[in-house]
């Protein structure tokens, strides 16, 4: 038995491996890419394995006339300011339905998970003239102002969480003279501390590659994020001209390399999250 167990460990770490490789192609592809020169470009004449290292690249796209800086900066401001309002809106949102004893609130949590049900597309035009009488159109506005509105499934998530803490740490919080929102603070947030990570990942992944909705809302191109920046520069001025390839391959490693960093960093919250069960990181 000890010896089919070996060979049964063996085989299952080979196949992970093949199948750990062929996933990591396409990003070894890229860096590949991105390291070549500017003729190797031109003939698309690419290798698997980086065969040039041009690490010149990495500035030259900073400091072409796009400004792919102000991408990345528009970028940042986008995401930094959606976590903020997704993990505190949602949080707070999430602790009231748990928590809060007021009429017809199962009936408005069942309305509220009923909208993850609606497509986005139905929703489009009536957010655009909404938007657009509020002037906020060629403005990161529309893309920021609706994360502090919490979102159905963080709240429901959160609101799970939630629900496995014990009462009686409210009850004991409020016998020492905490109220409804001290108690929030200084209770409820820090046993949350991994689905609030989990909510902050899942916010950041979903807006550091937002491309449909600046498309619509944005115009400028100085206020656009990094994902419509990559865009623009993979276009030409002619039919018959060759984008620069490796200097759109380093656009796309800028937008990858934060969010595959995110998530190993991010990844001990989210084991956390699944291994409590809902029981808040309680021990």
Avoid: C
Avoid at 250 to 273: E, H, K, N, S, W
């Amino acid at each position: 038995m000890n010896k089919m167990g070996k060979i049964e460990k063996f085989f299952t770490y080979l196949i992970l491996t093949g199948l750990g490789v062929l996933l990591a192609a396409p990003f070894m592809y890229m860096i590949s890419m991105s390291l070549a020169s500017d003729a190797t470009s031109a003939k698309l004449t690419f290798t698997f394995l980086p065969g040039e290292f041009h690490f010149e690249n990495f500035v030259r796209v900073f400091t072409s006339k796009l400004n792919f800086g102000q991408f990345l900066l528009n970028s940042l401001t986008l995401v930094f300011f959606s976590m903020v309002g997704q993990v505190l809106v949602s949080s707070l949102v999430a602790y009231a339905f748990a928590r809060l004893r007021a009429p017809g609130k199962e009936i408005i949590f069942i309305i509220l998970l009923s909208t993850m049900m609606i497509p986005t597309e139905v929703t489009l035009i009536p957010q655009f003239v909404l938007f657009t009488k509020l002037d906020w159109i060629n403005t990161l506005l529309p893309l920021i102002v609706p994360n502090f509105f919490g979102g159905a499934y963080n709240i429901f998530l959160l609101r799970q969480f939630i629900t496995r803490i014990p009462v009686e740490l409210d009850e004991a919080a409020q016998i020492d003279g905490l109220n409804f929102f001290g108690i929030y603070v200084y209770i409820i947030l820090p046993l949350i501390r991994p689905a609030l990570v989990a909510v902050a990942i899942f916010t950041f992944v979903w807006n550091w590659g937002a491309f449909f909705g600046p498309l619509i809302y944005v115009n400028d191109v100085s206020k656009m994020p990094l994902a419509l920046g990559v865009q623009i520069l993979s276009a030409t001025n002619s039919a018959g001209q060759i984008p620069p390839w490796n200097l759109v391959m380093v656009g796309a490693l800028v937008l990858t390399v934060p969010m595959i960093l995110v998530y190993f960093f991010g990844q001990r919250f989210m084991d956390q999250l699944s291994l409590s069960g809902g029981s808040a990181g309680i021990k």
